[in-house]
């Protein structure tokens, strides 16, 4: 069975945003109400001669113990049987529930305005109803054998997709010999999105 | 990694927060009211004030909710009943179920006493309303099965008071809200004010057609939630002053505001139970002094869950 992770390595991000970039064109999600389904953070830490910048890229963590899944009362966020959580927008009310459940600030709207705004935008709109969005993993693209937007676009080859149930996928290797580390691990979420520390 | 920010949420506001206060407030006062008709003393006026009120608080707290959906038509999958049954690990599905059955059971149970009220029928729609040959029948048939529906309406009230607490708790990222003590306070103070709007009706609009051992005994009971919130408060301040930074953070967030302080704790609870507890040992007397006291406990339950919603402190490692 397929269970997929991503691994970001924070050494090579580069905060070039271009994960960003082909996410919205691959997804048409809402950028003109700044809302992105990956986002890059840019941070500074320390003083003086020893300041440092991070570059932090932000996306939803595919949980094994999603708290948006739980709280959702439609059930139209779900999880795949290859690990990915997703959202079935017919059968989103839009309460936003999962937005505040979610500790990666991974969820938001996707309103009728934006759909408005959206036809112009992106021409073909594939949406049809307003619901809650989010990361897929760009589940479309995994199904037929291709690398998710961002992972494909990254130049640094920061993003790194695999399967962590085959331990010779190199991806996996970093997750389980403990390189790649998740965020927020002690709520309880069990995310699939694991990060290599700035060194 | 570290965290790196802190930051508060913009999704739920105080549209929510007057949510969360009259969906609890509005099954607790349906709750208090039945219980008392049913085992304590017959009361036709305060069942029918009760349900009423009730379910209007009711309607008006979930017509808010459902104004800010995003895709109202898809709000159909939880008010089915086997919505629950899809999503029985949500807490806002049975929430709902629970909401939808309270108001259908309340309005069931008091509709046997507003058929033959004489001053509801000569009222222009509702009297009209009421006259009409199939809800007499309804009452009739309701009236056969009225402490079952009692306990419908009791047992959907109940969870629809705890409800409110448990949907925040089942936020994870937010220390203020994940944990078990949130849906004790918001019970506690569902019930509170509730007493305090009951009061408020029965010293304002039907002084003379209520017992006064029940006024008496609301007042006691009062002073006795007033008192837990207190209690509960303070524990939620010891809580959230030591173990992570995101609960302390709350913490700075609720007692540096004068919202928080002298609005709920000061005005919303500690006044209020100086003003009750004179009047309960005959220090005041007349209607004015519990009235303004219950007026107090109101502004203080819709605080509470106002500075709630908006001393939830996310940390994020960005």
Same mark, same amino acid.
């Given at each position: 069975?397929?269970?997929?992770?991503?691994?970001?390595?924070?050494?090579?991000?580069?905060?070039?945003?271009?994960?960003?970039?082909?996410?919205?064109?691959?997804?048409?999600?809402?950028?003109?109400?700044?809302?992105?389904?990956?986002?890059?953070?840019?941070?500074?830490?320390?003083?003086?001669?020893?300041?440092?910048?991070?570059?932090?890229?932000?996306?939803?963590?595919?949980?094994?113990?999603?708290?948006?899944?739980?709280?959702?009362?439609?059930?139209?966020?779900?999880?795949?049987?290859?690990?990915?959580?997703?959202?079935?927008?017919?059968?989103?009310?839009?309460?936003?529930?999962?937005?505040?459940?979610?500790?990666?600030?991974?969820?938001?709207?996707?309103?009728?305005?934006?759909?408005?705004?959206?036809?112009?935008?992106?021409?073909?709109?594939?949406?049809?109803?307003?619901?809650?969005?989010?990361?897929?993993?760009?589940?479309?693209?995994?199904?037929?054998?291709?690398?998710?937007?961002?992972?494909?676009?990254?130049?640094?080859?920061?993003?790194?997709?695999?399967?962590?149930?085959? !331990?010779?996928?190199?991806?996996?290797?970093?997750?389980?010999?403990?390189?790649?580390?998740?965020?927020?691990?002690?709520?309880?979420?069990?995310?699939?999105?694991?990060?290599?520390?700035?060194? | 990694?570290?965290?790196?920010?802190?930051?508060?949420?913009?999704?739920?506001?105080?549209?929510?927060?007057?949510?969360?206060?009259?969906?609890?407030?509005?099954?607790?006062?349906?709750?208090?009211?039945?219980?008392?008709?049913?085992?304590?003393?017959?009361?036709?006026?305060?069942?029918?004030?009760?349900?009423?009120?009730?379910?209007?608080?009711?309607?008006?707290?979930?017509?808010?909710?459902?104004?800010?959906?995003?895709?109202? /038509?898809?709000?159909?999958?939880?008010?089915?009943?086997?919505?629950?049954?899809?999503?029985?690990?949500?807490?806002? !599905?049975?929430?709902?179920?629970?909401?939808?059955?309270?108001?259908?059971?309340?309005?069931?149970?008091?509709?046997?006493?507003?058929?033959?009220?004489?001053?509801?029928?000569?009222?222009?729609?509702?009297?009209?309303?009421?006259?009409?040959?199939?809800?007499?029948?309804?009452?009739?048939?309701?009236?056969?099965?009225?402490?079952?529906?009692?306990?419908?309406?009791?047992?959907?009230?109940?969870?629809?008071?705890?409800?409110?607490?448990?949907?925040?708790?089942?936020?994870? !990222?937010?220390?203020?809200?994940?944990?078990?003590?949130?849906?004790?306070?918001?019970?506690?103070? !569902?019930?509170?004010?509730?007493?305090? /709007?009951?009061?408020?009706?029965?010293?304002?609009?039907?002084?003379?057609?209520?017992?006064?051992?029940?006024?008496?005994?609301?007042?006691?009971?009062?002073?006795?939630?007033?008192?837990?919130?207190?209690?509960?408060?303070?524990?939620?301040?010891?809580?959230?002053?030591?173990?992570?930074?995101?609960?302390?953070?709350?913490?700075?967030?609720?007692?540096?505001?004068?919202?928080?302080?002298?609005?709920?704790?000061?005005?919303?609870?500690?006044?209020?139970?100086?003003?009750?507890?004179?009047?309960?040992?005959?220090? /005041?007397?007349?209607?004015?002094?519990?009235?303004?006291?219950?007026?107090?406990?109101?502004?203080?339950?819709?605080?509470?869950?106002?500075?709630?919603?908006?001393?939830?402190?996310?940390?994020?490692?960005?």
């Amino acid at each position: 069975m397929t269970r997929y992770v991503m691994v970001i390595d924070l050494n090579t991000c580069v905060g070039c945003n271009a994960c960003m970039a082909a996410c919205s064109l691959e997804n048409q999600t809402p950028v003109w109400s700044d809302h992105w389904r990956t986002y890059v953070h840019d941070r500074e830490s320390g003083a003086g001669n020893s300041v440092r910048r991070h570059f932090i890229p932000r996306l939803c963590n595919h949980c094994s113990n999603p708290p948006c899944m739980t709280v959702c009362p439609t059930g139209a966020t779900y999880r795949t049987s290859d690990g990915v959580v997703l959202v079935d927008e017919s059968l989103c009310m839009g309460c936003q529930a999962c937005a505040l459940a979610c500790p990666y600030k991974a969820r938001y709207p996707y309103t009728h305005a934006d759909i408005k705004t959206g036809k112009e935008y992106y021409g073909a709109l594939r949406r049809k109803a307003p619901s809650m969005d989010k990361c897929s993993f760009c589940h479309h693209r995994l199904k037929v054998g291709e690398l998710p937007a961002c992972v494909r676009t990254c130049p640094g080859g920061s993003r790194m997709l695999g399967d962590l149930d085959n !331990a010779a996928h190199p991806v996996a290797e970093l997750v389980h010999n403990g390189t790649a580390k998740p965020l927020l691990a002690h709520l309880g979420t069990r995310p699939n999105v694991y990060y290599i520390p700035q060194r | 990694m570290e965290i790196m920010s802190y930051t508060t949420q913009d999704m739920w506001t105080w549209w929510f927060a007057l949510y969360l206060f009259l969906g609890g407030m509005g099954a607790a006062v349906i709750v208090v009211s039945f219980l008392t008709h049913m085992y304590l003393r017959e009361e036709k006026e305060l069942v029918m004030w009760g349900a009423l009120s009730g379910v209007a608080m009711l309607g008006l707290g979930s017509g808010m909710l459902f104004l800010h959906l995003l895709h109202k /038509w898809a709000a159909i999958y939880i008010l089915t009943p086997w919505g629950i049954l899809h999503k029985p690990d949500s807490w806002i !599905a049975w929430g709902s179920q629970f909401i939808l059955w309270l108001q259908i059971a309340a309005v069931l149970f008091a509709l046997p006493f507003m058929v033959e009220k004489p001053r509801l029928l000569r009222w222009p729609i509702i009297g009209n309303v009421l006259k009409m040959e199939i809800v007499r029948n309804v009452a009739a048939t309701a009236a056969r099965f009225q402490t079952l529906l009692g306990w419908v309406a009791i047992i959907t009230g109940l969870g629809t008071a705890v409800y409110t607490g448990l949907l925040l708790q089942s936020f994870p !990222a937010v220390v203020l809200w994940h944990n078990p003590a949130v849906p004790i306070l918001f019970t506690v103070s !569902a019930f509170s004010t509730s007493m305090a /709007w009951l009061l408020i009706v029965m010293y304002v609009f039907i002084y003379h057609r209520v017992d006064h051992t029940i006024r008496a005994l609301y007042e006691r009971v009062d002073i006795g939630l007033i008192t837990a919130e207190l209690v509960v408060i303070y524990s939620f301040f010891n809580y959230t002053l030591s173990g992570s930074e995101s609960g302390y953070r709350s913490a700075e967030l609720l007692w540096n505001d004068s919202g928080w302080v002298l609005g709920f704790v000061v005005c919303g609870l500690m006044i209020p139970l100086v003003m009750e507890l004179r009047c309960v040992f005959g220090r /005041w007397t007349g209607k004015v002094p519990i009235v303004t006291a219950s007026m107090l406990v109101l502004s203080g339950g819709y605080l509470l869950r106002h500075y709630f919603m908006a001393a939830g402190v996310y940390a994020y490692p960005w």
